[in-house]
């Protein structure tokens, strides 16, 4: 083969997989079980925002996912028809969703599901319809004592 020819083709090759990558695009969403907080990578920008996880006595899942579905107004079957407002569904029954405890957000206050408040659950739903997600969740909630697996 020529040079030009394999200078050719490795361009091109470049050209299509960073075409591919942006076409792909996805919201990066990571939960800090340890800070209570949520950072959020999106085509739009960057955003850190206060969550609720697990209270004592519940878990929130560790791990990463990819959300299963969508529903801008849940109710809770589980917990009193509780209001579940732009749910992101990621295992199960669990979601990201909003809150209208917001004095709560930033300490651990849920039966396991994440909760923003209803503006920042908005937004984070709109992206990810649009851009489709990855979701990580790490960390500890402060003063807990997971056994090892």
Known sequence: MSRLFCKSLVAGAAAFFAFGAAA???????????????????????????????????????????????????????????????????????AIHGTYATGALGTPASHGCVRLSPQHAQMLYEMVQREGASISIMGSPRGAHYASR
């Not at 907080?37 to 969550?51: D, K, L, N, R």
């Open 24 to 94: 792909r695009a996805e919201v990066v969403i990571d939960v800090n079980l340890t800070s209570q907080t949520m950072h959020v990578a999106s085509a739009e920008g960057s955003y850190t925002w206060p969550v609720s996880t697990a209270r004592a006595g519940f878990v929130t899942p560790r791990g990463h996912f990819a959300p299963t579905g969508l529903e801008r107004m849940h109710y809770s079957k589980k917990y009193h028809n509780s209001p579940m407002p732009y749910s992101i569904f990621f295992r199960g029954g669990y």
